[in-house]
């Protein structure tokens, strides 16, 4: 009867310990994939940084305003049309 008993005290621990391993395991393979998730963010968070601080210079804006054909006061454009036929 105490053999018995042993034995299933046994079982009952054992499953609990290994339970409390593939937990521990799937916590780290999640731990791992968010790591990997906040990696990518930070990158793609510097490049943003990088391409608003470009947008926002004064000579992307006046590049990008006389291209659609704005001028400064006092500025006098010209168009300039290629040859026909």
């Keep these: 009867m105490v053999a018995l008993l042993l034995v299933v005290a046994c079982g009952v621990i054992g499953y609990l310990y290994l339970s409390a ?16 998730q906040v990696a990518h963010l930070k990158a793609e968070y510097n490049r943003l940084a990088k391409e608003r601080t470009v947008l926002e210079s004064r ?4 590049t990008a305003a006389r291209r659609l054909g704005f ?3 006092g500025e006098r454009q010209y168009v300039i049309g290629g040859s026909e036929g």
């Design 71 to 73: 001028a400064f006061p």
């Design 59 to 62: 000579q992307y804006i006046e």
């Design 21 to 36: 391993a593939r937990s521990l395991w799937r916590g780290l393979h999640e731990e791992a994939a968010v790591q990997g």
